[in-house]
């Protein structure tokens, strides 16, 4: 045997998997280590847009 395995989703009728595609999964709980990770990214997000924005605009002007 090659060691692939069947996928169990190719066994339902395109109606079935439809159905099981449009259920919405539960939320994952997260760790707080995790969760600080996220906003710590979200704040580094939020202070890297202005700066990229000052640096393309600031370009533009001075042909650089």
Do not use: C, K, N
Request: hydrophobic letters at 45%.
């Amino acid at each position: 045997m090659s060691g692939i395995r069947p996928d169990p989703l190719d066994a339902l009728d395109p109606d079935q998997r439809s159905s099981v595609a449009e259920r919405p999964l539960p939320r994952r709980r997260l760790g707080r280590g995790i969760t600080w990770l996220l906003i710590g990214l979200r704040v580094y997000v939020l202070l890297a847009i202005p700066i990229v924005v000052y640096a393309f605009l600031h370009a533009l002007r001075h042909g650089g």
